[in-house]
């Protein structure tokens, strides 16, 4: 009889297990087929880091929300010791978050990402010192984070905006945002057509210290301008 129930469970067991596979497995390949230009087959998703580790997650992140902490942390670091991406399964993570390359990518335990969110390698999403509660950064929805960028504390990134590689982000940014910098400036931008997560673009970004130089040499003109009209009138009345 206790083989049978054993038999039973073992059965359900791994039928949950590949439901949730084919869940995942769908919405993955269409997620990464959308966001890769280099995939050639629907089949190549399983060589995708990414997959591996949202898969992982998936499951981790219910173990974690029934308080079975340990088994639901033994499930992440298997997953980093085979994909490189530490994601710690109290992260909230939505639906159609692609990690590209993935290789040194860190999700802090109240890190929240919202849908169609791009990440490549060695990003950090993680928080600053010992404090308690909400102390990682909530990414909202359609946003694109370069490879190497910092995103650090409990701070929020606007939807459809694009971090520049190598940024060190500590403050919260507007929506339809480009942040970029050691520290980060953010420079709004109007609203676009595509999002940021979809065009994948990483070269073109502007430049907000260059921007605000910019700024600084037209307000340098016009006070010359001001000031040599000054001059002028100044000449003009000694001369009368």
């Known amino acids: 009889m206790k083989i049978i129930i054993f038999i039973a469970i073992f059965v359900a067991i791994i039928a949950i297990l590949t439901a949730l596979f084919a869940f995942a497995a769908r919405s993955e390949i269409a997620t990464i087929k959308r966001k890769d230009p280099a995939i050639k087959s629907s089949i190549e998703v399983i060589l995708y880091s990414s997959f591996w580790a949202m898969f992982s997650h998936r499951i981790a992140h219910r173990l974690y929300n029934m308080h079975i902490y340990f088994l639901a942390r033994l499930i992440s670091q298997l997953s980093r010791w085979f994909t490189g991406i530490e994601i710690h399964p109290g992260a909230k993570i939505a639906k159609g978050v692609f990690i590209d390359h993935g290789m040194g990518v860190v999700i802090g335990e109240t890190c929240e990402i919202g849908e169609n969110v791009l990440i490549y390698q060695n990003v950090t999403l993680g928080g600053t010192g010992k404090d308690t509660g909400k102390r990682h950064p ?12 910092k995103v650090l504390g409990p701070i929020t990134i606007g939807h459809d905006s694009k971090i520049g590689a190598g940024s060190v982000v500590l403050n919260s940014t507007k929506p339809y945002s480009t942040v970029v910098g050691v520290p980060a ?3 709004t931008r109007g609203v676009s057509e595509s999002a940021p997560s979809d065009n994948l673009d990483q070269l073109r970004l502007p430049d907000p210290v ?5 700024r600084l040499r037209l307000q340098i003109d016009k006070l010359e301008k001001q000031i040599e009209k000054y001059k002028t009138e100044d000449s003009n009345n000694e001369a009368v």
């Open 210 to 214: 260059e921007m605000e130089l910019c």
């Open 138 to 149: 909530t990414v909202e929805h359609n946003v694109m984070i370069g490879s190497g960028a």
């Open 185 to 187: 400036h953010s420079v």
